[in-house]
């Protein structure tokens, strides 16, 4: 097996022309004809994940976050990034990431949300292309009161905690959902005619939201983690006897913290 054998399933599913222009999916560190003997799955790359690989006699990473993101000005070992980039390329261990192209396909992290909260009738919410596009928008199988959705979503993401701004008057119908930070497409939300709008990363200053549609930020992590589920068994339904695994750690690797 090779790195690009892996790679070439995964742009099946995800194609890397379809990210985002400021995003850096794709091979980060290794060559596409490296041999492979396992892959790990997780959202983050970090230095503890790579002695993961390593101890569990994986040489590829596969992860929904790219390791190298804004840019590298220097590879320091003090440094989150540049400690696993060095532990990576000292242990020859292969980085792939697929995010925003794994965001924009219909079975990727918006689906698996909206599958969290049973929703139907799915449309992509920002749509670049027939069938590619960031977000979806459905429908709950009941009108529920604000108060009750807004604990659907608490639920369904296990979260211990949910910020939400003022509550709508009236059922919620209509969801729209992003996963990861996506207060961009607040507008498209608003546009299809959502009651609620689920994602992450919401800022202090849209929480002001205008009459008839409430904001609900269920995490970063918590929003995007079913993806590696859905990597996993992609890769699985390929190649069903390789050494496919997920991180160990993958329950306990959000790196916010909740003091309750």
Known sequence: ???RDIIAVLDEFAPEEIQEKWDNSG????????????VLIALDCTVSLVREA???GCDMLVTHHPLIFGGLHSIRPEDPVGAAVIEAVKGGVAV?????????????????????????????????????GLGVVGDLPLPLPSEEALELVKRAFGLPVLRH???????????????????????DAIAAGAQMYVCGDISYHHFFAPQGIMLADAGHFETE?????????ILRKK??????????????????????
């Open 27 to 38: 091979l980060q560190i290794s060559s596409p004809d490296q041999e492979v003997h396992g």
């Open 96 to 132: 792939y990431s697929a995010h925003t192209n794994a965001d924009k396909v219909p079975d990727g992290v918006s689906g698996a949300m909206a599958k969290r909260l049973g929703l139907t009738n799915l449309r992509i919410l920002h749509e670049d292309a027939p069938g590619v």
């Open 1 to 3: 097996m090779k790195v």
């Open 54 to 56: 390593l101890s569990r």
């Open 165 to 187: 701004s003022r509550p709508v008057e009236g059922p919620v119908s209509t969801v729209a959902l992003c996963g990861g930070s996506g207060s961009s497409l607040i507008e």
């Open 239 to 260: 190649f069903p006897t390789f050494a496919l695994l997920i991180s160990q750690d993958i329950k306990t690797a959000n790196p916010v913290r909740y003091k309750l």
């Open 225 to 233: 983690v079913d993806i590696v589920e859905i990597f996993y068994g």
